[in-house]
């Protein structure tokens, strides 16, 4: 069952589509593919100012240099690669990218991508597009390649400013016929990565130290400005998440007027989104490729099917709270018995019920014996 009503800013309720959804093919060759979530298709990225895309290289596929009109988070869903970063006012850093990754690029950022595997790379981009061109969605401006930077300009421009003969910049300008993604030769000798330069750049959730851990429940590793300094540029947190089979997580929202924006990594599970009123305003299936976003303040909860489930997700403010309603740490909790009596209209035994269960789980919960 999906419901598929939200409300606006002042309450009214409006029909906005919370349903999951996959990402398009938006342009690409034999190098790869650059796919995103569309604002018409996913009406919350218009909602919440947020962006997402994912690019999949193939052997050989090669990013063309680039910057955006929106501050991101990479995460590496698959494979591993090169990537090319230039922060403003730096020098370019050529980095391993393996499976996992995290990386934060703020605005100004000029990244390059590449996959010399047989393995299919796959990058997530999530974002946050109040300052974009286009609400919802990224703008990516290339440097070269068939819509790149030097394109646009006359080659009179070209030459006077790099103060280059005509000839040359015909083949500067004409020589790269790709959109966006181009596949190299065999031969090609690009920049060879150096692993001291992840510092500071990367994270690896998979690698980093456990925010929680909770046994046949699940773990969560947290990007704060602690492990990934740049996320403070970037403007928004992040989290990566792992539910184990028939886990379930506990109901919460963000109590600081953030939008959760989330990219189901791995497996299948059950979802549920509470809003205004007591309304179920989303109950379906979640899985591998999906993108969803929970409103502002609404809740959110999910089971995992056996296999488990696993997910990447941004939250729209840099220092993220999350209110969770069971568990330990649950708000409930914190809640004297007369007021949860009064509350539930229930009497001293059923209280007490209820206050006695979940005294040792926190935010993950194992599933029954």
Request: contains cysteine; charged residues 20%; glycine residues 12%.
């Amino acid at each position: 069952m999906i419901i598929g009503s939200c409300y606006s800013e002042l309450g009214r309720k409006t029909e906005v589509d919370l349903t999951p959804k996959f990402a398009e093919k938006v342009f690409g060759g034999d190098g790869g593919y650059y796919y995103s979530w569309s604002p018409d298709e996913l009406p919350m990225l218009k909602e919440g100012n947020i962006g997402a895309a994912k690019l999949s290289l193939e052997k050989n596929g090669f990013f063309l240099p680039h910057y955006s009109d929106s501050p991101k988070v990479a995460f590496v869903l698959q494979g591993n690669g090169v990537a090319g970063i230039v922060l403003p006012g730096k020098e370019e850093k050529v980095i391993p990218i393996k499976t996992g990754d995290s990386i934060a690029l703020p605005f100004g950022a000029v990244t390059w991508w590449y996959n010399k595997d047989d393995t299919e790379l796959v990058i997530l981009f999530l974002g946050e597009t109040s300052k974009g061109h286009v609400v919802g969605s990224f703008t990516d401006f290339f440097l070269t390649g068939s819509t790149g930077i030097f394109t646009g300009f006359s080659t009179e421009f070209v030459g006077r400013a790099w103060d280059l003969e005509q000839s040359v910049v015909q083949i500067l300008v004409h020589n790269q016929t790709s959109k966006g993604i181009a596949r190299l030769g065999l031969n090609a000798n690009m920049t060879e990565p150096k692993e001291e330069q992840r510092d500071g750049l990367v994270l690896n959730c998979l690698q980093a130290p456990l925010d929680v851990d909770v046994k046949n429940g699940g773990r969560v590793v947290v990007l704060s400005t602690k492990n990934l300094p740049l996320v403070g540029e970037v403007g928004f947190g992040a989290d990566f998440v792992r539910l184990d089979g028939s886990a379930m997580v506990s109901p919460g929202f963000s109590c600081d007027s953030a939008y959760q924006v989330t990219y189901i990594i791995r497996g299948r599970g059950r979802a549920q989104i509470v809003g205004i009123d007591g309304t179920r305003v989303l109950e379906t299936i979640v899985e591998a490729g999906n993108l969803f976003i929970v409103p502002r303040f609404f809740v959110v909860s999910k089971i995992a099917d056996p296999d488990g489930l696993e997910w990447f997700s941004i939250i729209t403010t840099p220092q993220p709270l999350i209110t969770n309603l069971a568990g330990r740490t649950g708000a409930w909790k914190a809640l004297s018995p007369q007021v949860i009596k009064a509350s539930f209209n229930v009497g001293d035994d059923i209280e007490k019920e209820f206050r006695a269960k979940r005294a040792s789980d926190a935010v993950f919960f194992p599933p029954p014996q």
